[in-house]
């Protein structure tokens, strides 16, 4: 079974960079299509970015394209969510997820291993 652990959230300032790391252990990364996903003090979690098993292909929410990107690193277990010009909307728990199976999904129920997230706080 896959653990995934996130680090890098934070306090920021409105228009600054962060990035956030999500390291997997318990079983061979390469196979899982990765996702980040958000979820806001009284919302729903929602999609943000994922990435296929070989990261060539990525995808972004309409909320963060042209800001935010998605990448990963199969031989550290390790996938990335680098965030620029941050708003105080992306203030959220920033959670990544593993999904196996090829399909770059951005459903949230297809995923099948969830992190215990990290806090992004974006101040104005």
């Known amino acids: 079974q896959v653990q995934l652990v996130e680090s890098g959230g934070g306090l920021v300032q409105a228009g600054d960079s962060l990035s956030v790391s999500c390291a997997a252990s318990?079983?061979?990364?390469?196979?899982?299509?990765m996702g980040w996903f958000r979820q806001a003090q009284g919302k729903e979690r929602e999609f943000v970015a994922a990435i296929s098993r070989s990261g060539a292909r990525t995808y972004n929410a309409d909320s963060v394209k042209g800001r935010f990107a998605i990448s990963r690193d199969n031989a550290k277990n390790t996938v990335y969510l680098q965030m620029n010009s941050l708003k105080p909307e992306d203030t959220a728990v920033y959670y990544c997820?593993?999904?196996?199976?090829?399909?770059?999904?951005?459903?949230?129920?297809?995923?099948?291993?969830w992190g215990q997230g990290t806090q992004v706080t974006v101040s104005s």
């Open positions: 318990g079983g061979t990364f390469a196979p899982f299509v």
């Open positions: 997820a593993a999904r196996t199976g090829y399909i770059t999904s951005m459903k949230l129920h297809e995923y099948d291993y």
